[in-house]
């Protein structure tokens, strides 16, 4: 297959592909025999979905809502007005850069334990967790994306007599946006996860960190396999949102071209 | 320094530091370009021509001498939006379309909006894009960017163009017809232009005032001013005064290539 | 690198000072709170030097933790089950055969979808998705899977749970890099008369090296993130994840804050580690620096 795929195709495959998986599973199931207490058959997953969905709308709420969207929220945004206001400074950039490099690196979810114990076991304990995780990669990036454009794009700015706030505005936020948009994106993939260990740690009696940990002591698989299916829809619509704004504020970028 | 000079250069020295000791950019360069000439700048590379060009924009200080533009320092200069400048590549930026690139600097120097649409189809006519206002540079060929970052540097007003390479990428063909397209635009519109190129036809052909350079350090080995005529078409490149003074030009580059 | 250490060293000795603020804001209710029952008035230093120093702090200061980690990894038995070095290592054992997974299973995948259009166009979606659902979720399965299939210690569905987190990196980084040839590159073999696969053992795959490289920082970080998440919700009594749990039940923050910094130090190490080979590889390939 050279050349250009079709439409068709690139829908056809992975979807084809992924019922395949679940007509596997499906069968795998019933025909091993395979206890419920191990591994439901999807359509049995299907089935508790359906029954509980009362019960999996306020633990979305709760878990991705309150908790994950709000944290990505409060840390994103903090991690993008930070680098603005290091990116004024070549002194704290130099220093603050390599520290902040370090620490996305760093197992951060860590301080999930200490952030229940400061702010409680609701919600507001879950999206500090996701502030701190997400507030590194997207200071790096927004930081990296700053600086990523050329000597020759600030000199015509120069000879325009440009304010700081006009170069700004006007060359280095565009240019920035594909950085910006790549640590968005990693922010969405550890929002979720953040959310949900934060519960582990501690929880009301809602979220699906907290409905997980329950069902499997009570050997309820198919709600847990249900809590999976919320998570990974809530999971790929968020990453597919920040995706599409991403197609349509960096048209202009090679890789969307 | 006469009354009609518009940017004028006095003993300049510009020494770079670099990890393998001082490297002497420019030592000892003094010129005086007056209004309305087109002025090249022609030298093999590191003879300090797009040095002195930056120097004159005030996008490197000279480390001795004196640069006035419009009698006045570079810096003032460029705060006061003196010249239009022209990079070696069009530097346009993507996210822009063609028209929004010719606007970025009417819009940071505080033109109204009407004047900017007003601005950018001027110039967008003058430079032979009309029409692909809407464009965006991506959508374009490389001649067509070049053409439309010249737009850039013409839109706002300001009497003196500055412009480093401007062809150097570009293919020869497309290279003579912008010449010819420069040549007809410095004539509408009485800019005072300032010109770097390592290609002797394309100094010979567009200037009236040729300044050749040479390295280590970088300075002036000659200044040449044109006897061609004013009208020049493409075809005057096969006269025998153009060959003259290509000549004079290829002597003039041997002549500081051999001093060193 | 060596004229940034001034501005990192203020940005670091800022940090600390900050923290200590803190600790001194953060732990004053306590103290205040003590002083007030036992009818006494402390002055300002006896209060400074009791946030300072308090045993469940909310905010502890950075001279307890670094007190605390000394002890924790220098003082104690490394077989004793108080031993950082003892919960890092398990730690680490499960963060090293998560990231041989991510490795292999990375690097498989991405030679597949190179080699085969059909095959890019129907995983690459899936491996993207896969990384978009939170593990933390799919944990518990993973333990009640791998326990059926026979697997009867922790550490088999740990490693997945890592290996699940640094594969990715790894597969984005090797299409990549399989993919780096340019069309003349390419062209040249054609003329050769090169087979498919010799273009991919002469071209293809020393072509890809640098992106693997570059690729392993983020995949060692990534598995060790798997390891300690997959500590929590596994019911683990050992592992620097394992602690942090304890610490949370028990209400001792130390743990929790010793736990987070022996986290630290792991991640620290094995990114330099890597770092290191990553250099040395580049090296022996003839990069230049």
Known sequence: ?257 | MSQDTVISAKNLSLTFQTNDGPVNALKDVSLDINRGEFVSFIGPSGCGKTTFLRVMADLEKPTAGKVTVNGVSPEEARKNRAYGYVFQAAGLYPWRTIGGNIRLPLEIMGYDKAAQAERVKQVLELVELAGFEKKYPWQLSGGMQQRASIARALAFDADILLMDEPFGALDEIVRDHLNEQLLALWKKTNKTIGFVTHSIPEAVFLSTKIVVMSPRPGRISDVIDSPLPAERPLDIRDTKEFIELSHRVREGLRAGHEAE | MRRNIGPILVVVLAIIAIWYAGSFAMNRAWTMDQAARAGTEPSFSEVFRDTMNQDRAVLPAPHQVAAELYDGIIDKKVTSKRSLVYHGYITFQATMAGFALGIVGGVALAVIIVLSRAMDLTLMPWAIISQTIPVVALAPMIVVLSNALGADSLMVPKAIIAGYLSFFPVLVSMVAGLRSPDAMQLDLLRTYGATKGQVFWKLRLPASMPYFFASLKIAVAASLVGAIVGELPTGAIAGLGARMLIGSQFGEPMIMWSALFAAALLAALLIWVVTWVERLAGRLMGVQA
Request: aromatic residues 10%; hydrophobic residues 55%.
């Open chain 1, 1 to 257: 297959m050279r050349g250009q795929a079709t439409r068709m195709q690139k829908i056809a495959l992975p979807l084809g592909f992924g019922l395949l998986v679940v007509l596997l599973w499906e069968a795998m199931v019933r025909g091993l025999d395979i206890p419920l207490a191990i591994l439901p058959a999807p359509s049995e997953i299907a089935d508790r979905f359906a029954a509980s969905t009362g019960t999996l709308w306020i633990d979305f709420v709760q878990t991705v809502i309150k908790g994950a969207l709000t944290g990505m929220l409060i840390g994103t945004l903090t991690g993008f007005a930070v680098a603005l206001l290091i990116d004024r400074s070549d002194f704290l950039r130099r220093g603050l850069l390599p520290v902040a490099s370090f620490m996305a690196a760093l197992p951060i979810v860590g301080v999930a334990p200490i952030m229940v114990m400061w702010f409680g076991f609701d919600w507001h304990s879950k999206a500090a967790v996701v502030a701190v995780m997400v507030f590194f990669p997207m200071l790096v990036n927004t930081l990296a994306g700053l600086g990523a454009t050329d000597l020759m794009q600030r000199d015509l700015m120069r000879t325009y007599s440009a304010t700081h706030v006009q170069s700004l505005i006007k060359l280095r936020l565009p240019a920035a946006m594909p950085f910006i948009f790549n640590g968005l994106k990693i922010a969405t993939t550890l929002a979720l996860i953040g959310a949900i260990v934060a519960e582990y740690f501690g929880s009301p009696t809602r979220g699906m960190g907290f409905r997980i940990s329950t069902e499997v002591g009570r050997l309820g698989i198919d709600m847990v396999w249900a809590e999976i299916v919320v998570s990974a829809i809530s999971g790929t619509v968020l990453y597919g949102l920040v995706a599409l704004v991403e197609r349509w504020v960096t048209f202009w970028h090679p890789s969307q071209r």
